[in-house]
């Protein structure tokens, strides 16, 4: 019976690392059906589970002094659960009576990929590692189609493929070009493309829109679906998921297109795609190395642009090929 198996699944306090980890909670949710869900999270992880099934309790964890977790304790002490999955490693879950704990270890694991290192928490066979996957609602689908505009007539905007693109990034050194995007954008939707007479997405903060306001006039404005700043992340996933093809960057953004299960390619350079890569996409880098980026800028916060040396035509070829195999 429902009810009957309470799980306690403690998050990420980083939304982005919530994300690559999230295969995990939903392979609770399928193999565990009788399973009730109390998921902790941080004020930026806790709304991407909003929409998770048969959730009971939504908590966030608003900092981690020592007080902020005496009043977590409080609040899931008087449960004996069946499960408490612990991705932050805390001591809080050694201290709840439980049946069975799985605690994620702290040491790092250099050449594994994060959603490899999640999926050991439940110590799964490497076939058995699932991809990053949301839950969302058929209140926060029905929310994002009110934003996305439809045109009527014979060729109704409904039936266009969507080609979504989410460039925006919190390190200038991740930033790939919007120029760039638009070339690729272009020939993606151009009339002898392969989203022939497609429709254009753009996803991100509101801090994206310089890039975004280039990349749109890849399309005719009629074809351009703006909704940087007007989604939350969990909404986010909920549009990404209408999409043919997501391309994007190291970033959130493109972490949520797996999650919502969109084929993606994303461009990368001072970034370790086999620990970071998309999960089941297609990570397409320039000539030099993640070493060789390290060896330039050691702590890979300098401000530079180190993705001036990717070309549109590598992400391009990436992305129609990546389409032909998932056609």
Not at 58 to 66: D, F, I, K
Not at 97 to 107: F, H, I, M, S, Y
Not at 108 to 115: C, E, F, K, R
Not at 271 to 300: H, I, M, Q, Y
């Amino acid at each position: 019976m429902i009810g009957r198996f309470p799980i306690l699944y403690i998050a990420e306090a980083d939304a982005e690392d919530a994300v690559l980890s999230s295969g995990v909670l939903a392979h609770l949710i399928d193999s565990l059906p009788e399973a009730t869900f109390t998921i902790v999270g941080s004020a930026a992880s806790a709304p991407l589970f909003a929409d998770t099934p048969r959730l009971e309790r939504l908590l966030v964890l608003e900092r981690e002094g020592r007080f902020d977790w005496i009043a977590l304790w409080n609040q899931v002490r008087g449960t004996r659960w069946g499960l408490i999955v612990d991705m932050r490693g805390s001591d809080l879950s050694g201290r709840l009576r439980r049946l069975k704990r799985a605690v994620r270890d702290k040491t790092p694991q250099p050449g594994l990929h994060a959603v490899e290192a999640a999926a050991a928490v439940l110590k799964l066979e490497p076939h058995e590692v699932p991809a990053p996957r949301l839950h969302v609602s058929d209140q926060t689908r029905a929310q994002v189609e009110a934003l996305i505009p439809v045109s009527g007539g014979a060729n109704s905007e409904k039936d266009r493929p969507i080609l979504a693109i989410g460039p925006g990034v919190e390190w200038m050194g991740r930033r790939w070009p919007a120029e760039r995007y638009a070339k690729v954008a272009t020939k993606l939707l151009a009339d002898d493309g392969p989203l022939a007479g497609g429709r254009l997405m753009l996803v991100g903060e509101e801090i994206d829109r310089e890039a975004a306001h280039t990349i749109r006039y890849a399309v005719p404005r009629a074809r351009v679906i703006e909704l940087q700043g007007k989604l939350t992340r969990l909404q986010t996933v909920a549009a990404l998921s209408k999409a043919s093809l997501y391309v994007g960057a190291d970033s959130i953004w493109t972490h949520l297109a797996v999650a919502s299960g969109v084929p993606v390619v994303a461009a990368f350079g001072p970034s370790d795609e086999a620990t970071r890569g998309p999960w089941n996409g297609v990570a397409v880098r320039g000539p030099r190395s993640f070493d060789e980026f390290k060896t330039l800028d050691p702590r890979l916060n300098q401000a530079i642009q180190h993705m001036m040396d990717l070309p549109w035509e590598r992400v391009l070829k990436a992305s129609v090929r990546l389409l032909k195999d998932r056609g």
